[in-house]
């Protein structure tokens, strides 16, 4: 699955601080039974049962264990779906 998108943003977010839109392309979704979305980070549901996730990892949100931002989906470790 390749997702070409814009992340909304509207004008009241811009006048917080917060980014522009951006477009993105994730071509490694493949096979995504389902995505979920925080504020900084969303998360996809493959159809293998895996889980991968990527965005801002400050609080482990991403559930790898770096801590780190991440541009890219990375697995889950420890899931079992």
């Known amino acids: 699955m390749d997702l070409n998108c814009q992340l909304p943003v509207n004008k009241q977010?811009?006048?917080r601080g917060l980014?522009?839109?951006i477009k993105m392309s994730f071509p490694v979704?493949?096979?995504v039974?389902?995505?979920a979305?925080?504020?900084a980070h969303t998360c996809a549901l493959m159809t293998t049962g895996g889980v991968r996730?990527?965005?801002d990892d400050y609080y482990g949100e991403l559930g790898d264990g770096a801590m780190a931002y991440r541009s890219t989906p990375s697995p889950v470790v420890g899931i079992c779906v």
Do not use: Q, V
Request: with cysteine.
């Open 13 to 15: 977010e811009n006048i």
């Open 19 to 21: 980014s522009p839109p």
């Open 29 to 31: 979704l493949a096979g």
């Open 33 to 35: 039974r389902a995505i």
């Open 37 to 39: 979305a925080g504020r």
């Open 53 to 55: 996730c990527w965005g």
